[in-house]
Structure formats: C-alpha cells, structure tokens
C-alpha cells in the first residue's frame, strides 16, 4: 500500500507538471536576483550541449561547470557527451559560454556578481570572478524549464549580485556529531542557494571534535571517539572553498567548556574530575581566567588550528557564562581583587582581551556572540548577535561590525515566514548609513540539541533557502506566499544534492510502523509541528544518546499539508467559491476518518501510541468542521465547542496540532 500511495502521488506530480507545460521557470527563482528582464523565445537543449570557459579564472570553476553539467544531464536525461568542462575546450563551439575576468578569493567583500543571458542561440555567464560565475550557474539550473517539446531555457537577462557579504549556516557538530557526508551534502546544499559561510561549531560540554596534537587528551578523553581528524578538517575547507564557501571555526570559551576539562582540569575553576555532559541545557564549569596554564593551551590549541582554518575569522563563542563556579573559587574571587575586576563581565572581558592578543599574534580577527560585547574591548573585533537585535544596533552605533542571527535560529522549529521577515536591517532601524555598513550579515543557526545526522538536514532545509534569499535578494522581497510557493520547487531541487530532508522522513515512518502501511501517520505528520523555541528542553529524559527517532523528529516545521490548509481556508474566506469549498471538505473528510486508521496501526507499531490523543484530536475537530459546513443554519459556538478546540491546542507526545486556528477560523466565519 505504502509503494501504491507514492506511485499515486508521483502520477499526481506528472499530471501537474503537464498542466504546467510551456510556463518558464523564471518566476521559480530563489533567491531572487536583484534584476530579470524577460526575453522572447528559448534556447532548445539538445543533448549535444557544450559548456566551455574563457578569461582568467580559479581552477574552481572548471569543477563547478563540471557539477552543473552532470546535475543538468542527471535532470534532462540527455546524456550529454562532454565529460568534464576543461581549460582546452573550444569558447566558439560551446553552447553555454562562461566569460570570468579573474580568479577569486574565498574571502569577506569578494565580487559575487554575474550576469546571465539566455539567447535562442546561446547561453552566456559573465563575471567578474569565478564565485560571481558559480552562482550564474546555481540560477541557471533553476531556469530549466519544460514544455511539450522538451527542456528548454526561456529568454532572459539577469543581473545579480548579493545584498549582504555575509551570509552564512552555523553546524553544531558539538553536542551531536555530524559525519563528514551530512556536512558536505550541506555545504552543496549552501552553494545551491548562495549562502558562502560555514561557521563550524567544533567544542561544548558534550564534545571536542578536533583532533590536537599539542595536547591530545583534549580529544581522546572528550570526544567519545567522535571526532575530526586534522586531515579531515582540510578537507572540510578544502571541499568549502572549492564551492566558494569559507569555513571559520567556533571553539567556545571561557563557557560550554565541560568536554576541555574532562582532559585538562587544571583549566577549571573548580576541582574536577569533569565528564562528558549528556544532557542539555547551561552548565556551571568554565575555565579559570586567573591561571596561566589555560591560556598557554588555549595559545598551542588556537595555533594549531589558525594553520587548518586559513579564514581570517575565528569565533571564541563567549555565550552563557552564568559564573557560578568564578563565584565559588577563592583563587578567581581574589584574582578579580587584585585586578580590579567588579564582576563577572569585567572578569570575562579581561579573558577575552587575552585571548585577542592571542588571534592577533595568528593574524586572526575574533568573533565572538553578543555577551562579548563590553566599553573594554576594540572595535576590531565581531559581535555575533543572538539574544536580539537590540545588541546588533548598538554593536554597529559603537563601531563594532555585526552579524545577525537572532531570528534565524533554526533549531527553534519556526516556520520559514518567520525567518523570512527577519531583516537584518529593516526599513525602520535606527542607524546611520555608516553605521548600516558595518552590519555584514547574517547567519542561520543549526544547534544539534535535538538533531542527530539522520534528522539534521529536514531541520535545515529548506527553510534555510528562505534565509539564504532574506540576505541575497532586494529587501522588497518579501511576499512570504510567494516565498514558500517558490520553496517546494527548491525542496525537490535540493535532493539530486544528496540531501535526505526528503526521503529520510519516509524512512522513519517506515520503521516506526514496522513496515507496514504509514498512511495515516503520514496525515497526522503532516499537521503536526515540534514544540518549538526551546519547550522540549524541558523534558530532562532526553540525553545525547536519547532516540530521536518519534514522530517529533519525523514532524517538521512548515508541516506540509496544515500550511496548504490554512492558506486554503484564507483564500476561502477571503474570497469564497464552490471549487475551495469542496478543497476544504475534502481535507477535513480525510482527517475525520484517519484516527481509526491511526489507531489500528498503533496496535501494531507501540512507538506511535503516544500520538493516539492528538490524532483524536484531530478527526473530532476535523468532523465538528465538516458537519457545520453541511448545515444550512448558522454554526453555535459553545462550551462543548470551546472544550474540544482548548484540548487541541495541547501538545502530545512533542508535537502541536497546527490546524487549530485554520479551523478555528473557518467555524467563526459560520457562526454569521
């Protein structure tokens, strides 16, 4: 049955691909190039297709055509005879032509521009640098198009260039580890939608993931054996740059220290013996900023790692250093005394002014989150906003340079509207043009509390393609229905990357199942969203070793069919016809009667019971809906009514029903 219902719905994806027919994908573009001017006609692609490269580029860019031309075979099925896009390929003979002035450099500030011409004739990709051009390449992809004939490229004329320098995914390898395959079908997912940072999260309570030779106890002892070698490393950096991304590291001190002390205590503010924290949450032990012997190995260890990052940036975290234990230690009580240290911020600012004198001597710039921000620190240095857009502000009025992550913390389970809205430099802010300068962007945030490999890239994508557009694309684009219209085209275009968002999903209903058939989960999966922000933290049971394998970390955000419901009813409200009425009932038909489905399958698969309350839920206010809609007298909304909805609203087993309001709102508008 399962196989049947897939068949069925890829024949569903066919049907609405032939009623598509002949319409271009220039209004699929995501994201947005700052200027399209469409064309007449389109170029036909026959499989005798040739791409070719003149002018001054980075070798790069050969591998990237390369990639292109495979993942455009791999779509059209043309069984292009070129194999590999060389520096001997003739310019007059090819059929997409990439003009780059110069070679460019993976770093802050580089030209990201291209120009992209789509003729009957020809393809042409202009562009200053490589990087420029690899993105004309990503924008071309997306142009593919279908009509009755085949594939072709509708006439068109873009340039483009990206709004914000910065812009970046953070991957918390720390407290999940993430295996070098996640990680680099990542960083091809990145370069697919133009982000061109990789900030790398490598140290926490739950583990030190690189491998250090000047004191390898720091990964021996705090690792659980998970861990990167330095060679692995380079090839991290090497595979990132190699896509125009830069990969800075995150080692986070003087806080979320645990795992460097379970090798060293002698760093610790307290007396040890320290262990590998399992659970989540903030932790007492930090390191002693009165002992010299943590900045002599904080030295040998940033040295080590300076040489493996050639990045320029090097993040210090900094975050939730709550201070606890500096209170407790007589040593850091009487250090701060004869240092004139008033409190923690002070104490934690002359820590960092250390280690700065420490990335200065490595040519390093230092970032670090918003706590670091202090009267005492230079202005050289990055602040990394989290905790509000507040501190970014007065980063910038102060003359700190910024990047913005609160708000793109995906980790949260909001939906991608919320991300999208979140610019990092409203119409509205209050700060001077030279201020608004020294704003370099932004960065979403992957932390790894409740992610593990397998779940990792549904958390990222695709929502992250929607921050990716907020700081490419012209603030002015911001319909946000229009955004996730454009979203489920990337969703499907991400996988030929190798990215598991999509079919991973499936493959944990199958298990929690048992086999057989998951229909009905499915249904229910797709209207229930994880608790956000951070309410699962409550829940102390789970540990790093914890299953994330239940219908949480099978629900994402956006759950796929309670989005198209609510915008169903929106429109229907707004604007009612018999076709959405009939869409309408239609859908709560289906939800009235999956709980019985449901709860045959949970007599077979244990792992799903807890779900039974809330797929109950469901079919009662999916019924109540669908009866009221069949009456010809005014719904009554009343106590028993008000009951139902108020223990819908609950989470069960993790999750949260996300048609309530939609319902909701559908049964207020009948009570007229």
């Not at 709550?322 to 407790?328: A, P």
Request: hydrophobic fraction near 40%; charged fraction near 25%.
């Amino acid at each position: 049955m399962p196989h049947l219902k897939h068949c069925l719905a890829a024949l569903f994806a066919l049907f609405a691909l032939i009623s598509t027919v002949a319409k271009p994908m220039t209004d699929q573009l995501l994201p947005v190039p700052q200027s399209i001017e469409k064309g007449q006609g389109r170029f036909r692609l026959e499989a005798t297709f040739q791409v070719a490269v003149e002018g001054n580029p980075d070798p790069r860019i050969y591998s990237a055509a390369s990639r292109f031309l495979r993942r455009l075979d791999g779509r059209s099925g043309l069984f292009f005879p070129q194999d590999y896009v060389k520096p001997t390929d003739l310019a007059d003979a090819s059929d997409l032509l990439i003009t780059v002035s110069r070679p460019g450099s993976v770093a802050l500030g580089e030209d990201e521009s291209y120009r992209l011409v789509v003729e009957k004739k020809r393809i042409r990709i202009l562009a200053e640098t490589d990087l420029g051009a690899m993105h004309g390449l990503e924008t071309l992809l997306q142009l593919l198009s279908v009509d009755e004939d085949g594939f072709y490229f509708p006439a068109v004329e873009i340039e483009d260039a990206p709004r914000f320098a910065w812009r970046g995914l953070m991957i918390d390898s720390a407290r999940h580890f993430m295996p070098m395959d996640a990680l680099k079908r990542n960083l091809d997912g990145m370069a697919a939608v133009k982000l061109n940072v990789m900030h790398w999260h490598l140290t926490e309570d739950q583990g030190f993931r690189v491998e250090t030779k000047s004191y390898p106890r720091l990964h021996e002892l705090g690792s659980d054996g998970m861990y990167y070698t330095q060679e692995q490393i380079r090839e991290i950096v090497a595979y990132a740059a190699d896509r125009g991304i830069r990969v800075y590291p995150e080692f986070d001190v003087p806080g979320h220290a645990t795992a460097w002390l379970v090798g060293h205590p002698e760093m610790a503010s307290l007396p040890g013996p320290y262990e590998i924290e399992r659970g989540w949450g903030i932790f007492e032990p930090t390191l002693d900023p009165s002992k010299e012997v943590v900045y002599e190995i904080l030295e040998a260890v940033f040295t080590e790692m300076a040489a493996l990052f050639p990045d320029p940036y090097f993040h210090i975290g900094g975050d939730e250093v709550e201070g606890h234990h500096w209170e407790q230690s007589e040593t850091v009580q009487r250090f701060m005394e004869e240092n004139g240290l008033a409190d923690k911020h002070a104490l934690q600012a002359h820590f960092n002014q250390r280690i700065l004198k420490i990335l200065t001597k490595l040519e390093k710039r230092m970032i670090g989150w918003d706590e670091i921000l202090h009267p005492e620190m230079p202005t050289n240095i990055v602040i990394h906003s989290w905790r509000g857009r507040e501190s970014m502000v007065a980063a910038a009025k102060d003359g700190y340079q910024s990047i913005l992550s609160n708000g793109y913390y995906i980790d949260l389970m909001q939906p991608a509207s919320e991300h999208y809205l979140n610019d990092p430099l409203p119409k509205d802010v209050d700060l001077s043009e030279a201020e608004r300068e020294r704003v370099l962007g932004g960065e979403a945030t992957m932390w790894s509390e409740h992610v593990t490999p397998e779940t990792v890239d549904s958390r990222i994508w695709p929502r992250t393609a929607a921050i990716a557009e907020r700081l490419w694309s012209s603030a002015e684009v911001d319909d946000v229905r229009d955004m996730y219209r454009r979203l489920d085209t990337i969703a499907l275009q991400l996988e030929e990357l190798g990215l598991a968002h999509l079919k991973n999903r499936d493959m944990m209903m199958r298990r929690l199942a048992r086999g057989y058939d998951y229909s009905a989960l499915e249904a229910l999966a797709d209207v229930v969203e994880p608790l956000k922000i951070y309410r699962r933290n409550a829940d102390l049971s789970y540990r790093s070793f914890s299953p994330y394998t239940l219908l949480p970390d099978v629900a994402t955000a956006d759950a796929r069919d309670a989005l198209r419901f609510r915008f169903l009813v929106e429109d229907y409200l707004a604007n009612p016809s018999e076709r959405r009425q009939q869409a309408i009932s239609k859908q709560l038909r289906r939800w009235a009667k999956n709980h019985d489905a449901f709860e045959a399958l949970a007599r077979k698969a244990p792992a799903i019971r807890e779900a039974l309350p809330i797929s109950q839920a469901l079919s009662d206010l999916a019924g109540l809906a669908l009866a009221a809609m069949e009456r010809e007298d005014p719904f009554v909304w009343d106590e028993t009514t008000e009951a139902l909805f108020e223990a819908a609203r609950q989470p069960v087993a993790k999750v949260e029903l996300q048609v309530v309001q939609p319902i909701e709102a559908l049964l207020r508008s009948l009570e007229q």
